[in-house]
């Protein structure tokens, strides 16, 4: 009995050591790993409307089920669990490869918000979004307690300005440590929104080091998983905030002389320069008569755009794959097609694009293609990659109530395929459907999958089911933001007659609906193109 007892023990060892949060530094290993975000930034004089917008795109296997977490108030002495391995769990009360890390006191009261995998808005029209910009190894200290995740959650729990959050992050990180890879998020609201950096402080401390910079009311900005924040004004407080060792641990790494001009990316972005295809390309398209150059060893930080910028326009950059251009995946990938008269006789020969080429090439797929003719798919990391977990698009409009000034423009999978649905700082019921990661398996309940089997059968035949998707992708976005118009009216109305519970109820069947309008289509989709590519593709 004791030998079987000291084998159960043993074992139950063994499953709660497996049943740990994946380390931070074996992230590396992930095929995804530093190309999976992108965000972009739209201050309120650069936009349409006034809205101050931020953006994510979480590109990977990261977890897509969503809910929101109410706002609570707590008794003094309270503390409250900061986590690690969250990020890829099943379902909200999925613990498996989860612990604690630690705690912290608890906030006397905190805010509602949107607890996506990264956590993006609350209910005071703040809102976060991220991308993971990696740096030295050398840097990353597991033993800092907050991971990128959670100090955006208690930010989002807790302020109600960027600004505030910035500095909440900034203490956090010093007094509890910061046990990450390189991040950045990119937060915003109602006024401003900024841009910030963070890296670990190397081994023998587990703090960390960050700057963060303000994108200027009338710029758009772009983070895509490279350091962009080069010269810190020390003096012009309005748009630079950073952490106080921000040099001294520089200079004691040996990351700066002290000598030259500092630059923050180049102290802890180890990058030659701080941009790739997705800078560049969302730049130039919003402020071409710049005419920026994708050789040049910088990029403005931000740039204001040549017109103004709406959320439409941002949704479009998110469906970016460069059709057209000299970085299009597709450009070499042609068929032959012949062109016969009435008797049947050849008269001619037309050269198209292959019906099944698409811009989301696996990589077996580019390395088949390339070794049947050498440099026919060069790669290129797209703005909109089949791999997206989920995106959302944030506009933050202080004319109206915050219930529905905070309007995040969400969607699961492929961003170039997915329509898009809406979710207010007000919200506080999802479709049940969201309740479920789609990540780890086929789970039918999952909302992911509802739109993902449409998607990765269109792709297939890209070129025949490329125009009917984008339509039908048209025909959503049209409907979200006319009936967004007609239920906010409403819904402002019963908040201002100060019929808050009416008011909830209709914002919250307005996204069921939509997403139930959306989840319908795409399964017709799905059928359709069974049906028209049952016998091959």
Not at 198 to 207: H, K, L, R, V
Not at 464 to 478: H, I, S, W
Request: glycine share 6%.
């Amino acid at each position: 009995m004791k030998k079987l007892l000291m084998v159960f023990f043993a074992v139950s060892l063994m499953a709660s050591a497996n049943l740990l949060a994946q380390g931070v530094l074996e992230q590396i290993n992930d095929p995804f790993f530093g190309e999976s975000c992108t965000s972009i930034m739209v201050g309120k004089k650069a936009s349409t409307d006034g809205s101050v917008i931020t953006s994510h795109t979480c590109d990977g296997k990261y977890r897509t089920w969503l809910q929101v977490e109410p706002g609570q108030k707590f008794k003094k002495d309270t503390t409250t669990k900061v986590y690690k391995g969250s990020l890829k769990t099943e379902t909200a009360w999925d613990r498996r490869k989860m612990n604690v890390a630690g705690t912290i006191p608890q906030a006397k009261e905190t805010y509602a918000y949107l607890n996506t995998a990264y956590p993006c808005l609350n209910e005071k029209q703040l809102a976060i979004g991220e991308t993971t910009i990696v740096g030295p190894k050398e840097l990353v200290n597991e033993k800092g307690m907050f991971l990128i995740e959670e100090l955006e959650r208690v930010a989002l729990q807790r302020c109600t300005t960027a600004r505030d959050a910035i500095k909440l992050i900034g203490k956090l990180i010093k007094e509890y440590g910061y046990g990450d890879w390189g991040e950045c998020i990119t937060i915003a609201d109602k006024k401003e929104v900024w841009q910030m950096e963070i890296f670990g402080e190397g081994p023998d401390n587990i703090g960390g080091v960050w700057a963060a910079q303000r994108i200027p009311d009338n710029h758009v900005g772009v983070s895509a998983n490279i350091s962009r924040i080069g010269v810190i004004d020390k003096k012009n407080k309005d748009y630079f905030l950073y952490s106080d060792n921000v040099f001294s641990v520089a200079k004691d790494l040996k990351r700066w002389d002290g000598k030259e001009e500092f630059k923050f990316w180049k102290a802890y972005g180890k990058v030659d320069k701080p941009f790739k295809i997705r800078e560049f390309f969302i730049l130039n398209a919003l402020a071409p008569s710049l005419k920026l150059d994708f050789e040049a060893d910088e990029l403005p930080f931000s740039v204001k755009p040549d017109k103004k910028v709406s959320v439409r326009d941002v949704i479009a950059l998110y469906r970016e794959t460069y059709e057209g251009t000299k970085y299009d995946m597709t450009q070499n990938l042609k068929v032959v097609k012949k062109k016969y008269n009435e008797e049947k006789e050849v008269i001619g020969a037309d050269t198209l694009t292959a019906p099944n080429a698409h811009p989301w090439p696996t990589r077996d797929h580019r390395n088949l293609r390339n070794y049947l003719k050498e440099g026919t798919i060069e790669y290129q990391r797209t703005v909109a990659v089949a791999w997206c977990s989920y995106s959302h698009i944030i506009q933050l409009r202080e004319w109206l109530p915050n219930e529905i000034g905070g309007r995040a423009w969400f969607s699961f999978d492929n961003p170039a395929q997915s329509p898009r649905i809406p979710i207010y700082s007000g919200t506080t019921v999802l479709p049940e459907s969201f309740n479920y990661c789609g990540q780890k398996r086929y789970r039918n309940d999952a909302a992911i999958w509802q739109y993902r089997k449409a998607n990765k059968l269109a792709t297939l035949q890209w070129q025949k089911t490329k125009k009917g998707m984008m339509e039908e992708v048209a025909y959503f976005e049209n409907k979200g933001f006319d009936e967004a118009e007609y239920y906010e009216a409403k819904i402002k109305k019963l908040l201002e007659e100060g019929k808050k519970k009416e008011a909830s109820i209709l914002l919250n069947k307005f996204t069921k609906d939509f997403t139930g309008a959306t989840m319908l289509r795409w399964k017709e989709l799905e059928n359709e193109y069974w049906g028209r590519f049952g016998l091959g593709f």
